[in-house]
């Protein structure tokens, strides 16, 4: 529960995660090994924590946040995590194909999408143009390049959603 400086209003907010969803993720466990045939209930699962937890840190900041700014982010969560689970479960190789994964063949479902489909392809291509930006420092392997990472990454989560996309543009 976070509540508002100015108003003193509360916002509650919750996740929750089917139980099939994480029958399946316990018994495909993608911490051991992300594959096909797990990979898109890992990113489902990642998506709801990722939201919960911007809607709770941006609310904690007396911060509002768009449809937009949180699916964004959501894309970005997904690749970043899967990439930094990929790279220990295969040492020595960058997972080049991951980028075309979670946004080239991904597709939207219109039935979930609700009319928001031009929404959630913007959302797609804004992240998709940072985390293409960010794989160069992935790829270097020099000492303190994972610090720069994460500053960058800590950066970006912290900046509204116009910040964001104007970074990301320049």
């Given amino acids: 529960m976070a509540q508002s400086a100015d108003t003193g209003e ?14 399946r993720l316990r018994r495909e466990d993608p911490m ?8 898109a209930d890992y990113c489902k699962a990642l998506e709801g924590v990722s939201h919960f937890l ?9 911060r ?3 449809i937009l700014e ?32 979670l946004f080239e063949r991904a597709r939207i479902d219109p039935r979930l999408a609700e009319g928001r489909e031009v929404l959630y392809r913007e959302a797609s291509r804004y992240a998709e143009k940072f985390c293409r930006r960010l794989e160069h420092s992935l790829r270097r392997r020099a000492a303190g390049t994972e610090g720069e990472v994460l500053t960058e990454l800590r950066r970006f989560y912290r900046l509204s959603n116009a910040r964001k996309q104007a970074h990301i543009d320049r």
Avoid: C, T
């Fill in 10 to 23: 509360e916002a509650a907010v919750s996740l929750y995660l089917d139980p099939a969803l994480l029958e």
């Fill in 32 to 39: 051991v090994r992300l594959h096909d045939g797990n990979v």
């Fill in 54 to 62: 911007y809607l709770a840190w941006n609310a904690g900041h007396d």
């Fill in 64 to 66: 509002a946040v768009s």
């Fill in 70 to 101: 949180l699916e964004m982010q959501a894309e970005v969560d997904k690749y970043v995590a899967s990439y930094w689970l990929l790279r220990r479960q295969l040492p020595g190789r960058f997972p080049a194909e991951l980028r075309r994964i």
